[in-house]
């Protein structure tokens, strides 16, 4: 392994990285635009020049790698000097809108330029002007007028999604970014460019405006979107609750995991977060369809769940889990109907139309939690508790989060399943066809507002965290099936996601061993996976 | 150098080359170590055929090369001979640097102008001209010049740019 001097610093690192990893892992940054680790070197900003004892002139640390013996200087008055000239040709046609510019307080240019600029600008000539807010596709502005031409953007499309949409046009100081007349920006990853974009060039057409970023709160959380798992931060908006009409969640970032999403995100799961501040989310306990009350509370919906559960033999109670469930939610479901001894439990509804899959990222199975329903143990196909509850062998039925109505199983037999059914009990998050013919609809937390895991496709636990409150009267599933349990009277020391999971894994072999702090923030293989993977 | 903007009646033609041109393709791709390396002579041959570079052109080019037409556009765009409008059948690209500047060039883009009644930039409107100004053409000992087509033209007074538009079909 190479061994070098930075800043007078001895450092270590693995053969082939390069000077601005090197100065990183020494802790000192060195100033960049195109250099991205998830993308080719381009040499193109020439703002990442440092010295080399023994080389003439600064050198640029992304397209050189550190070598034995190299003694690299990264703030020599040398390099200084030529980071603000740098600085200074980036923004001889900038339009300085920041005022106006949704990067603001997130951009690079601002950052290095209060870093390494030069205050005192001398051009005096007109600016070049270049189109403003242009919308390259579903999800991407363009004000061509900001963009350093890092060429980062250009190179995400080309070996990322190998799509290529993106180019860079005419040439000097007349060069911009744009996409071959007539097409648009629109591959499944499109998202991507404006967390890459250095500066205000590219922006999120359904972010940008809604909050300056420095009212944004942070909680680290897993996409729910397909059995990948992405790890994500949850940009919130506590602090401006004015904006956006009251919109909580701003919007979701990406966050770095080798072996998961890398520095990725596609935008079904970026902006696939729109349901928990809909309009129909729900956030009171309700009956409906000569159901109990209206609205009720949850001391009253629990008791009476609790009779109507304890009134149907075992063999009368159908439960159908959901793979959108929490590990958590489901082992406290597990232990529900162990104690009721309830045996019509599954959690397989096929989806109307089979989703498609992709080599990056997107899973067909578009879950989060599927392998942690196996693996947690709530039955597997649901299709025999539908025919149960046809024949009218069911008096209860529990529905999780599922719109029976969206899957593949025919209109007429989810209708008749429902209506020969006497107790319909649905929990979930937002209104749909099934919760509308339901007697009781329970509202779920969404996972944006409470703590937990899933276990993606890989078999990798990962704990999403608690980035707002729950909407309304909305409570986590595990608690309301807790609750139903404490009142059944069974003892139930849970007062936390956390304590459900302790429970797990003292249970489950799978998890054998894990805890919250152990998975993280990037997440533990389950013990199966990980002799697979160690066989 | 100013391109020409004014768009005539557009070519119909379908666009393919033929097969000689095709292997042509072939063969000029064959010489790169990364064939995209002939996209230039090819983009030049398709210049030649289709008239100009359209943005079919482009994307039929592209298709020859298993590119993005973006990518391709990236290059006909950063280029100055390759014409995205369609273009006169003579094209009049006079040399506006500082040599032949300082020896009349601007009298003799407005002479230009004024004869055949269009801007910088424009076709006439039978098809026969553009008129374009280009940088320093490395023929500054006989400024002021013009590039008619592919040959020079030194040493240019508004009376011999009269004798050469006649010339021209
Ligand atoms: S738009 Fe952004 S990412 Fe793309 S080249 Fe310009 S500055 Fe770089
Ligand atoms: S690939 Fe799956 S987990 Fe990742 S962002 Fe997309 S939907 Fe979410
Ligand atoms: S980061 Fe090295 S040249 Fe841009
Ligand atoms: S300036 Fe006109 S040929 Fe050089």
Redesign the pocket.
């Known amino acids: 392994m190479p061994k070098l001097t930075i800043n007078g610093k001895d450092v270590e690192v693995p053969p082939g990285t390069n000077l601005?990893e090197a100065a990183r892992l020494a802790g000192f940054a060195i100033p960049?635009?195109?250099?991205h680790p998830g993308l080719s070197?381009?040499?193109?900003?020439?703002?990442?020049?440092v010295d080399i004892e023994k080389t003439p002139r600064p050198t640029?640390?992304?397209?050189t790698l550190a070598a034995d013996g190299m003694v690299v200087n990264t703030e020599t008055d040398r390099v200084k000097e030529t980071r603000r000239s740098i600085m200074e040709f980036h923004l001889i046609n900038h339009p300085l809108d920041c005022p106006v510019c949704d990067q603001a307080g997130e951009c690079w240019l601002q950052i290095y330029y209060m870093r390494h600029g030069l205050y005192d600008p001398r051009m005096t000539d007109e600016k070049v002007h270049k189109p403003k807010a242009v919308p390259l596709g579903p999800h991407v502005m363009l004000d061509a007028e900001r963009c350093i031409l890092?060429s980062r953007c250009v190179r995400f499309c080309d070996e990322i999604t190998r799509t290529g949409e993106i180019g860079i046009f005419n040439r000097g100081d007349h060069s911009e970014i744009g996409l071959f007349p007539g097409t648009d920006l629109a591959n499944r990853y499109s998202g991507n460019v404006v967390d890459i974009c250095p500066v205000g060039a590219l922006t999120d057409r359904d972010f940008r405006f809604q909050v300056r970023v420095w009212y944004l709160d942070t909680a680290k959380s897993v996409c729910p979107n397909c059995a990948r798992g992405c790890n994500i931060d949850v940009h919130v908006n506590h602090r401006r609750p004015h904006h956006n009409e009251g919109r909580r969640v701003a919007r979701l970032k990406p966050r770095f995991n080798a072996q998961v999403n890398k520095w990725w995100l596609c935008d079904e799961g970026r902006y696939g977060f729109r349901f928990v501040d809909d309009p129909d989310r729900l956030s009171l306990p309700a009956g409906k369809n000569g159901g109990p009350p209206a609205a009720t509370t949850w001391d009253d919906t629990i008791r009476s769940l609790a009779e109507t559960l304890e009134g149907a033999r075992p063999d009368e109670i159908g439960v159908i889990a959901s793979p959108r469930m929490s590990n958590e939610d489901l082992f406290a479901l597990r232990r529900l109907t162990e104690r009721l001894g309830v045996t019509h439990v599954g959690f397989r509804v096929p989806p109307a139309k089979p989703a498609d899959d992709d080599d990056l990222l997107l899973r067909a199975d578009r879950n989060p939690n599927t392998q942690g329903a196996e693996l947690v143990g709530v039955g597997a196909d649901a299709k025999p508790i539908l025919d149960a509850a046809r024949a009218g062998r069911v008096r209860v039925l529990w529905v999780f989060h599922h719109d029976l109505f969206a899957s593949a199983w025919h209109e007429v037999e989810v209708r008749q399943a429902l209506e020969r059914v006497p107790t319909v009990i649905w929990s979930g998050t937002n209104a749909n066809r099934t919760s509308e013919l339901a007697h009781w609809v329970l509202p779920s937390a969404a996972w944006v507002e409470r703590e937990g895991t899933f276990t993606n496709f890989q078999g990798r636990v990962q704990r999403f965290r608690r980035a707002i409150e729950p909407l309304g009267d909305a409570r986590p599933d595990w608690d309301v099936i807790g609750r139903v349990l404490a009142a059944l009277g069974a003892e139930v020391k849970a007062t936390r996601a956390e304590h459900w999971f302790q429970e797990l894994a003292s249970t489950v072999s799978a998890f054998a061993g894990m805890t919250y702090r152990t998975i993280g923030d990037s997440g533990q293989i389950v013990a199966a996976a990980q002799e697979a993977a160690t066989r | 150098m100013t391109r020409a903007t004014v768009a005539r009646t557009p070519v119909t033609t379908p666009i393919a080359f033929s097969a000689e041109q095709l292997a042509e393709v072939r063969r000029l791709q064959s010489l790169y170590p990364n064939p995209r390396g002939a996209l230039l002579p090819v983009l030049h041959m398709a210049q030649d055929t289709f008239g100009y570079v359209s943005l079919e052109v482009e994307e039929y080019v592209a298709g020859l090369f298993s590119l993005s037409p973006a990518h391709v556009h990236e290059v006909v765009t950063f280029y100055t001979m390759y014409f995205q409008q369609p273009k006169g059948r003579h094209v009049v690209s006079v040399c506006h640097n500082l040599s032949c500047h300082l020896a009349g060039a601007g009298t003799l883009v407005d002479h230009l102008k004024q004869r055949l009644g269009i801007d910088v930039g424009e076709t006439t409107e039978d098809g026969r001209i553009t008129l374009l100004t280009v940088e320093c053409l490395c023929a500054c000992e006989a400024a002021p010049m013009m590039q008619v087509d592919d040959r020079y033209e030194l040493n240019l007074t508004p009376e011999k740019i009269d004798r050469i538009l006649e010339g021209l079909q």
Do not use: D, F, S
Not at chain 1, 32 to 35: E, L, M
Not at chain 1, 41 to 49: D, K, P, V, W
């Open positions: 601005i960049h635009y195109c250099y070197i381009a040499g193109q900003c020439r703002l990442c020049m640029i640390a992304c397209n890092c």
